[in-house]
């Protein structure tokens, strides 16, 4: 029990030497940055793995100069098999699931902001915080190593359905070591992430500042702690799932593994397991994954929004509470990714009812939105056009959700580009825009230098209509009965569309490239920006009451003290339209 | 919050800088270790939870759920468990039975809590024996489900057991070495964590008497 042998450096000496500084840091900001670091070259590798899928499904038999140097197996010739697709998808979608939409928005962005935000002075468990952060590298570091062994990385996607994911290299090539290094990250990534929600928790409920009461948290604090709920309650589930598995692969049990399953002509030595097990741990973590992945970027849309209007949202109460019943419904839907894997016809009834009524406190959100926008003077910052975007992508993605709830319509749907379509751009592009409009609203604090506008603006046209080319023609696709996972389409009955799947990989290809904006303005704006000051975009909370960057214990040798719910803009205050958190003026209904 | 110097070992200790609001008697730090133990079991709540369900599904999918006897030894760790929590509670009570610790409240708690890890470590022996006799049955981790999951259910709780040993280790380590160290909150939570420890062991003992 190192809890408590970890809480005594809660008010932890100033770092000292380069080790302490920036690698095995305990400051909550550098792990902060680490995870964010660390996102940043897993959204790049799966990014490069999605342009090199895009590129085989219409161009199937032109060569990847180079590509033949990484896997001579899998690309002879830099031409990639139907397998080694499977892999790039495989490891594209673990990559983005687990290592950018956790790590970013909620790692990343929440180890840096929340404890500022309540006025602590650190995480509650530092060392924890620390090894948090360096599990979840060892698991980055695990998984990408799969595409530097003879096998390969496994093609088993990144749900890793048993049985053909728990018998081993009789299943296909990368089922072996590389589906073991899979697991083994994976619940890797499960140990890190719960000692991350652990800390999250304990710190939001025991380091707040004093008059820092629940209802004054700022909204993405709520978004954070709610999310550490849901993830310690997902990942304590996927871990004995991993272990589960695991065994399965390499101890000869038979969890998983049916009886008679013969693969490649062999009869696999296991008996009895349940393949419906595996699914029901998975999607046990991988429902709330989602709302993992997605509810961070709804507390930061709804902070930039507030700040960009200069006044309340209708209620923030209203959205705390729906991203509460999100969370807790979240739990009690994960049977809608089974409605074709052989469940009794009426748990599907069952779980599509939740999977509906989910929909109505994402729709009171969106609603609280829209309702406030309707009449502010917006200042458009780049954060602010993110966070729009956001919406977009939000409520544009969420509603082939309602199709997909249902049983009898998925019947058609299930496993067709439909479904690729719609949890793109709900749960990746939305999440990505969030953590995009946190980025450019807080890089400032963070660095102490401002990203650069312009160029922040153009980052998002480009994204923006980039990634509506790409996933919109999906729901077509799928409507066509166009299926997922496969590598060509040249000898099919999906012929004539080809174009359109050629118009979404060059879509793909450019706003990629505009990623490249997105990173050059990172660095760039970094070493050269302008310098930032305390509080650019006139905030009220308190992460703008601290310089930027915050000195190593945040707050300096005070402590704050809270007065104010954490949005009063649009008010007389002596600073201007706006009262800080810790200011202790009266404000008038405040 | 007293703040008396006459006794050795001041067992509230909390420096200045960490009473926030001087209000609460506690300091945030000490919650949050309060507050991070509790949601620690939580979470291995779950995962024992998970694993219990993984059980039932495993046993109705197929026909090959075949009972095995557990053996006898389990009932004795049992004990030798339960024991343990008695002992810790023993060393607790020698803690909490005055403000301030003398050297002979110090010695009591020391006893206890000495005793408490060597019958942790009585019970894992046991274990390790049970396994033991399982393989000698020919009982092997992938023999059956049962005996699979017999081997994973003992296995992950002495993994969990083998933290609220390290934390034992560390408490005994604060009241050999330097008294001002000591802190009541660490000794709080490891007895928080290894009554849980018992109570899932008795839970798992339930369950694989009535299914494995």
């Known amino acids: 029990m190192q809890e408590a042998s970890s809480t005594q450096p809660h008010v932890h000496a100033p770092p000292q030497g380069f080790l302490r500084k920036y690698v095995f840091s305990l400051d909550h900001k550098v792990i902060g940055l680490q995870y964010f670091g660390l996102a940043l070259a897993a959204v790049t590798l799966g990014m490069v793995l999605s342009w090199l899928m895009r590129f085989h499904l219409v161009w199937p038999n032109t060569r990847i100069p180079g590509l033949e140097l990484i896997s001579k197996v899998g690309a002879p010739g830099g031409i990639i098999t139907p397998e080694y697709y499977l892999s790039l998808l495989t490891m594209h979608g673990t990559l983005m699931v687990f290592f950018v939409l956790t790590n ?50 496994p093609i088993s996607g990144w749900t890793a359905y048993a049985p053909l994911s728990a018998i081993g290299s009789d299943a296909g090539p990368g089922l072996g ?29 025991d380091l707040r500042a004093k008059g820092m009461t629940l209802m004054r948290m700022p909204i993405c604090t709520w978004a954070w702690f709610i999310t550490s709920c849901i993830a310690l309650l997902a990942f304590a589930v996927l871990l004995p799932a991993c272990l589960l598995l695991i065994l399965d692969r390499t101890a000869g049990t038979s969890f998983f593994i049916p009886s008679g399953l013969v693969v490649s002509d062999r009869l696999q030595p ?156 709900v749960m990746g592009v939305a999440s990505i825009f969030g953590v995009f409009a946190g980025t450019y609203f807080w890089f400032g604090k963070m660095t102490g230098r401002m990203l650069n506008e312009n160029l922040g603006k153009l980052h998002f046209w480009l994204t923006f209509i980039g990634t509506y080319c790409i996933f919109m023609p999906f729901h077509y696709l799928g409507l066509v009965g166009n299926i997922r996972r496969y590598s060509s389409f040249v000898d099919d009955f999906m012929g004539p569309l080809m174009p359109v799947h050629k118009f979404v990989t060059i879509a793909a290809l450019i706003t990629g490239g505009a990623q490249l904006l997105f990173l050059y303005n990172l660095f760039h704006s970094r070493f050269w920006g302008q310098p930032a000051p305390q509080n650019p ?54 | 919050m007293s703040t008396t110097t006459t006794t050795p070992v001041e067992i509230h200790a909390v420096p200045e800088a960490r009473q926030r609001d001087g209000v609460k008697a506690r300091s945030a730090a000490e919650g949050a270790s309060r507050s991070g133990i509790w949601v620690a079991m939580f979470a291995i709540t779950m995962s024992f939870a998970a694993l219990t369900s993984a059980l039932f599904v495993r046993e109705g999918s197929a026909g090959d759920w075949q009972r095995i006897a ?34 002979r409240t110090l010695q009591t708690a020391m006893v206890w809590l000495v005793a408490t890890f060597a019958l942790g470590l009585l019970f894992i022996a046991g274990q390790y024996q049970a396994w033991r006799q399982l393989a000698a049955h020919g009982l092997f981790l992938s023999t059956n489900p049962n005996s699979s999951f017999f081997y994973v259910f003992t296995g992950v709780h002495i993994l969990h057991l083998a933290g609220g040993l390290a934390a034992l280790v560390y408490l005994i380590g604060q009241l050999a070495g330097s008294h001002s160290a000591f802190r009541r909150v660490a000794f709080d939570n490891t007895a928080v964590y290894w009554h849980f420890m018992s109570v899932l062991w008795l839970y798992l003992l339930l369950v694989m008497r009535a299914k494995i």
């Open chain 1, 104 to 153: 970013a928005p909620f790692a990343a962005l929440g180890n840096y902001f929340l404890p500022i935000q309540i006025g602590a002075e650190d995480m509650a468990f530092p060392r924890f915080n620390m090894m948090s952060f360096w599990t979840t590298f060892a698991a980055f570091i695990v998984l990408v190593l799969a595409f530097f062994i003879p096998d390969g990385p």
């Open chain 1, 177 to 205: 070591w590389g589906q073991n290094l899979w697991a083994i990250s994976i619940a890797l990534f499960c140990a890190g992430s719960l000692l991350g929600a652990l800390n999250f928790i304990a710190t939001t409920l």
């Open chain 1, 270 to 425: 296991h008996s009895g397991g349940s393949p419906l097990l595996w699914q029901h741990l998975f999607w046990f973590f991988g429902h709330p994954e989602v709302y993992i992945a997605i509810l961070p970027s709804v507390g930061i849309v709804s902070h930039v929004l507030i700040n960009s209007m200069r006044k309340p949202l209708l209620s923030a109460r209203v959205i705390i509470y729906s991203m509460l019943s999100i969370g807790f419904l979240s739990y009690m839907v994960w049977g809608h990714h089974m409605f074709l894997s052989g469940m009794n016809p009426f748990s599907s009834l069952l779980f599509s009812f939740p999977t509906l009524t989910i929909t109505i406190p994402a729709t009171i959100i969106t609603l609280i939105w829209l309702g406030s926008l309707y009449g502010a003077n917006i200042r458009m910052t780049s954060a602010a056009l993110f966070a729009l975007g956001f919406i977009s992508m939000f409520v544009s993605g969420g509603v082939s959700g309602f199709f997909l709830a249902q049983p009898s319509i998925d019947i058609y749907l299930h496993a067709t580009y439909f479904v690729v379509g719609h949890f793109h751009m």
């Open chain 1, 537 to 590: 975009w006139n905030g009220t909370t308190l992460e703008w009451s601290v310089p930027s960057p915050p000195p190593w214990n945040n707050f300096g040798e005070k402590h704050p003290v809270v007065y104010h719910d954490p949005y009063q803009y649009g008010v007389k205050g002596s600073t201007g339209d706006y009262v800080m958190q810790d200011s202790p003026e009266h404000v008038a209904g405040g």
């Open chain 2, 70 to 103: 557990l053996p006898p030894i389990l009932y004795a760790n049992t004990l030798a468990l339960l024991a343990s929590s008695l002992t810790l509670s023993r060393a607790r009570h020698a803690v909490n039975a005055r403000s301030f610790m003398n050297s």
